[in-house]
């Protein structure tokens, strides 16, 4: 069964280094999606993206991050300037048509970023 | 701001009983759910879901219910299994209008054996 896949599965990096998380989406999605759980708290919703473009994007995700999706199978979340709270586990999600019309999203298995 | 609101952080449930899992919601607005399904260290599985012109959805061992007036749904899992131990996350999101999909903090469901 076709699976969303992260990379990596943990990430350390010290506060104020840039990192970027990768996704493959299943291949023939086309919605796709970042959210992040800090720990002990809820799954929020940071950003979706079609066309090569943001659709949407939540307050938490502000100029320090950005999403691209390099080539036909890759979709990143880059953090320009990691805190201390943007620990937390980043979830990476598609969808083969949009939720708004009735349409589940397929998640990810997650990598936990760390921030020292 | 808790627009989906899951107030059992945990239930435990003996093997071949039903597991009810509840969710309320605030926004009137909202009329797509989704149960998700998470193991540790994997991403959130999608289980069922239900959009407003229904009020019952049912998939197997798994029924989801929606009561619109109430802002309430619950998610009944019969028989409950081993396999069925995990963290439940009720989710919404607004047919129409956006793709975000937004969570409750999750009910952990312990199968008893």
């Known amino acids: 069964e076709p699976e969303v896949t992260q990379t990596p599965s943990h990430q350390v990096t010290q506060m104020g280094q840039e990192v970027i998380l990768r996704c493959v989406p299943i291949?023939?999605?086309?919605?796709f999606y970042w959210y992040r759980q800090i720990l002990g708290q809820k799954v929020e919703f940071l950003v979706s993206f079609y066309n090569n473009e943001i659709s949407e994007k939540s307050e938490i995700f502000d100029d320090q991050f950005s999403v691209e999706r390099p080539d036909g199978s890759n979709f990143t979340l880059k953090i320009r300037s990691t805190k201390l709270e943007d620990s937390a586990m980043y979830f990476c999600?598609?969808?083969?048509?949009?939720?708004?019309?009735?349409?589940?999203?397929?998640f990810g298995p997650g990598t936990r970023l760390t921030v020292l | 701001d808790q627009q989906v609101k899951q107030n059992s952080p945990s239930l435990s449930v003996q093997e071949g009983r039903i597991s009810i899992l509840n969710c309320d919601y605030t926004n009137s607005m909202f009329d797509y759910f989704l149960w998700y399904k998470k193991y540790p260290a994997e991403g959130p599985t999608f289980l069922i879901s239900?959009?407003?012109?229904?009020d019952k959805n049912e998939d197997g061992r798994f029924t989801v219910f929606l009561n619109k007036s109430a802002k309430h749904l619950s998610l009944h899992i019969v028989p409950s299994q081993p396999g069925d131990s995990a963290v439940y996350f009720c989710a919404a999101s607004l047919l129409n209008r956006d793709d975000k999909i937004i969570f409750g903090k999750g009910t952990r469901l312990h199968i008893l054996p």
């Open positions: 999600a598609s969808s083969l048509f949009r939720t708004s019309d009735g349409n589940e999203q397929f």
């Open positions: 291949s023939n999605h086309l919605y």
């Open positions: 239900i959009s407003s012109i229904k």
